[in-house]
C-alpha cells in the first residue's frame, strides 16, 4: 500500500502472498453478504482507491474498501477529486506495523470527521515458517476493529478511538503458546453492522442483518498462501 505526504510517494508495505490473501479472503466474505440484494441496494467493492484529505496533502490507499451504491455522487465531503465519498468500510492488512503505528494511521485519517465507519485491521505477525509435528504452521493473527459509532457511545474522544474488538485469530497467542481459540469456522467471528456499512444512507437500510466475518476463513486462506 502506498500514502501520500506533502508531495511524497510513501511505501508503506510491498505485498505478500499472507497479504494478499488475507485481504482478498475478506472482501469474498463481505460481498457475499450482499449477494442477494438488488443491485442498486448493494455495496460496491472499491478496492485500493487513493484517498484524499480535505486539504488534498496526504493520501492513503486501503487495502480493501467498500462503498453504498447509494450514497450521493459528488459527495459533500468527497474522498477524490471526481466526488466519490469516502468508503464506509476499510480493511487493511498489516505485517510490520506496530499498533502504536496502527492507532494513528486509523484515528488521523480513515475515521477523521466525515471520512470511513468501521475500520478492520488484520495483524499477521512474523513468522519463521514453524509447524507443529502435523504441518500446521504456528504463526499469530490479530484483528482489531475500529468503529465510530460504538467508540462514540463508550464515550471516547474523536481522534483517539481504540479498538471495539481485539480478536486472535491464529495458532499462537502473544506468548507464542499454542492458540486453539480459532480452530475451527464460527470460533473468531467480527461483525459490521448496516447502520456502519450504509452510513450516510436513508434508513431502513436494504440489508437487515449484520455482515459476519468468520477470522477462521481468513486464518485459512493465509496458511494456504504460505
Known amino acids: 500500500m502506498l500514502g501520500i505526504y506533502n508531495g511524497a510517494v ?6 505478500y502472498r499472507d ?7 475478506f472482501t469474498t466474505q463481505f460481498l457475499s453478504a450482499f ?10 467493492y472499491t478496492a485500493a482507491p487513493t484517498c484524499w484529505d480535505s486539504e488534498r496533502s496526504s493520501a492513503k490507499q486501503p487495502d480493501t474498501s467498500f462503498v453504498p451504491k447509494c450514497l450521493p455522487k459528488p459527495s459533500p465531503h468527497p474522498s477524490d477529486a471526481q466526488g466519490n465519498p469516502w468508503p464506509t468500510v476499510v480493511c487493511e492488512v498489516a505485517r510490520s506495523q506496530s499498533l502504536s503505528h496502527i492507532l494513528q494511521k486509523v484515528n488521523s485519517f480513515w475515521l477523521a470527521p466525515n471520512r470511513s465507519e468501521d475500520v478492520i485491521v488484520l495483524k499477521l505477525w512474523s513468522w519463521d515458517n514453524e509447524r507443529n509435528t502435523n504441518g500446521r504452521p ?5 484483528c482489531y476493529k475500529f468503529c465510530r459509532q460504538a467508540s462514540l457511545l463508550a464515550g471516547q474522544a474523536q481522534g483517539n478511538f481504540w ?5 486472535e485469530f491464529g495458532t499462537i497467542d502473544g506468548n507464542n503458546a499454542p492458540y486453539n481459540g480459532c480452530s475451527a469456522p464460527g470460533m473468531r ?3 459490521i453492522t448496516p447502520a456502519c456499512a450504509y452510513q450516510g444512507c436513508t434508513p431502513p437500510y436494504p440489508l437487515s442483518v449484520n455482515v459476519v466475518i468468520d477470522l477462521f476463513d481468513i486464518q485459512q486462506a493465509i496458511f494456504e498462501a504460505q
Open 10 to 15: 510513501i511505501i508503506y508495505e510491498l505485498p
Open 19 to 25: 497479504h494478499e490473501a488475507a485481504h482478498a479472503d
Open 138 to 142: 504456528l504463526r499469530r493473527f490479530t
Open 189 to 191: 467471528t467480527v461483525t
Open 35 to 44: 449477494a442477494n440484494l438488488p443491485r442498486q441496494d448493494r455495496v460496491s
Open 163 to 167: 479498538p471495539v474488538q481485539t480478536l
